[in-house]
Nanobody, 124 residues
């Protein structure tokens, strides 16, 4: 399994931007389908964004479409989430996740590897 470490979270005012990174260990990062999820206190983990192994297909939750951009650099074993026009409701712990097969891209249960999470707080 690939090991994942998120970074880049922090406190930002509404309307601001942050870029999250997800660094992966192992030589097979380029073969994994990757996703970003988030979880606020007392709520279920929810899908944010997804990217295929080659980066050719990206998918987003309706709540972040047009504001967030997922990307990956397979040469650096790293995935990113550029978050613009942040809103207080984006406040959550953000997790990156990896899976070996396509399908079920928005289902946390279909992902086998997870990072430890990074806190994003958007102040109003």
């Amino acid at each position: 399994q690939v090991q994942l470490v998120e970074s880049g979270g922090g406190l930002v005012p509404a309307g601001g931007s942050l870029r999250l990174s997800c660094a992966a260990s192992g030589r097979t990062f380029s073969t994994y389908y990757m996703g970003w999820f988030r979880q606020a206190p007392g709520k279920q983990r929810e899908f944010v964004a997804y990217i295929t192994w080659g980066g050719g297909i990206t998918l987003y939750a309706d709540s972040v479409k047009g504001r967030f951009t997922i990307s990956r650099d397979n040469a650096k074993n790293t995935m990113y989430l550029q978050m613009n026009s942040l809103k207080p409701e984006d406040t959550s712990v953000y997790y990156c996740a990896a899976k070996m097969f396509s399908g079920g891209y928005s289902d946390p249960g279909s992902f086998g590897s997870w990072g430890q999470g990074t806190q994003v707080t958007v102040s109003s």
